[in-house]
């Protein structure tokens, strides 16, 4: 059954896609489709990953607490260094550079996020990206490999333990990934990933911090273990939580909010709402604080280096007349509800 209406039904029982369309018509997402809720599946449960997955989640309690009460200071410092590293090889790199070219960057650039990015194993960039041009593309359906429809779990982390829908599959071609498997850094990384990401992501953390002092057994908890399960479960919220609890003053007509505690976890991607309105802009969110944007200030700081360029982003023209179309009211100043 295709219906169309301006408004996917919240919460609605419904297994049919619905083919909603927004009064845009000044960017590139006026048409979406969307299925209110998931139709029942059989899951495919990947055993080995709910094993991994476990051990690595009370590897990272036990590391949370050797990092309160046991390990030294420079480790802790290290530990602060290699989240802010490894996520910014996620968010400035797998995501904003690659995933939506959202700016360009020079080799020297793209050789420090392929290591940034190995360091925080989330796969290789060209698998990561092809994922996330799926959950854009097909947002909150069958095809989006983390369909916020399916609830907290399955977004956050459900969706890595099972066989991918094959919706995924079947889809998967329409996406155009040839500009990254061109690249000689990325298909480098891709190449070698099962050598370069235990030596980036594990052995690194464990070792360097010997150089100081700290047990090989501290180091590997806290730097290896807690730091990368807790930039995995930092960037999951983007995919649950910032599906799920937030406002929407950009558009009322689709899922993702905006949700500031998940861009501190986030190091500035928790601007969801804006970003799934406006993907192109390198900053990923309208106003781009610093404080509240890391990933902000290195793009920033790379552009004032030379080292990126044409960085991507949307006139203030453009986010106004938007919001007054389509946003929820919560707007900090276009909003007709809330204008403090
Ligand atoms: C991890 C990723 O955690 C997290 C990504 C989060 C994304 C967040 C985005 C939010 C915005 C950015 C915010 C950043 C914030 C950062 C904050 C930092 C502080 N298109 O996958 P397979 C086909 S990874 C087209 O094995 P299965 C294709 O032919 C954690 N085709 O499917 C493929 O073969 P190939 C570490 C596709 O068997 C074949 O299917 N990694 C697509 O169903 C098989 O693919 C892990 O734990 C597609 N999109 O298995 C690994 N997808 O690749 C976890 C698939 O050769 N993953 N095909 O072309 C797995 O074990 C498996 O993927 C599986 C599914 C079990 C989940
Ligand atoms: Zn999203
Ligand atoms: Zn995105």
Not at 161 to 182: C, E, W, Y
Not at 236 to 252: E, F, Q, T
Not at 285 to 306: P, Q, R, V
Request: with cysteine; net charge positive.
């Amino acid at each position: 059954i295709i219906t169309r209406r301006k408004m996917p039904p919240q919460g609605a029982e419904q297994e049919s896609f619905v083919l909603y369309e927004t009064d845009a018509k000044d960017d590139q997402d006026a048409i979406k489709h969307m299925t209110p809720q998931a139709e029942k599946r059989v899951w495919k449960i990947v055993w080995r990953n709910v094993a991994i997955f476990t051990y690595l989640h009370i590897g990272f309690l036990y590391g949370a607490y050797l990092f309160l009460t046991n390990v030294m200071w420079t480790t802790r410092l290290f530990w602060l260094v290699l989240y802010v590293c490894s996520g910014l090889g996620i968010t400035a790199g797998a995501h904003r550079l690659w995933a939506h070219k959202s700016y360009k960057a020079k080799l020297p650039l793209r050789i420090l996020l392929t290591f940034f990015n190995t360091l925080a194993f989330q796969d290789a960039v060209v698998d990561w990206a092809r994922d996330h041009r799926m959950h854009h593309k097909y947002s909150e359906t069958d095809a989006d490999p983390h369909n916020a429809t399916r609830g907290f779990f399955f977004s956050h982390v459900g969706w890595l333990l099972v066989r991918k829908h094959p919706q995924i599959k079947a889809k998967g071609h329409t996406i155009d990934m040839s500009d990254l498997r061109n690249d000689p850094v990325l298909r480098f990384q891709k190449k070698y990933y099962l050598y370069l990401m235990p030596l980036i992501c594990f052995i690194m953390p464990t070792v360097v911090p010997t150089l100081w002092g700290e047990s090989l057994w501290n180091a590997y908890f806290v730097c290896a273990v807690f730091r990368y399960v807790a930039v995995l479960n930092g960037t999951w919220l983007v995919n649950s939580a910032a599906h799920l609890w937030g406002s929407k003053p950009y558009d009322r007509h689709i899922n993702p909010v905006e949700i500031k505690a998940v861009s501190v976890a986030a190091i500035g991607e928790g601007f969801h709402n804006y970003h799934h309105t406006f993907p192109w802009d390198y900053k990923a969110a309208e106003l781009g604080n610093y404080s509240f944007n890391i990933t902000k200030l290195f793009i920033d700081t790379m552009a004032a280096i030379g080292w990126a360029y044409d960085l991507k982003t949307v006139s203030t023209d453009v986010v106004e007349k938007r919001v007054k179309r389509t946003g929820d009211g919560s707007h900090h100043v276009w909003g007709w509800g809330d204008k403090n």
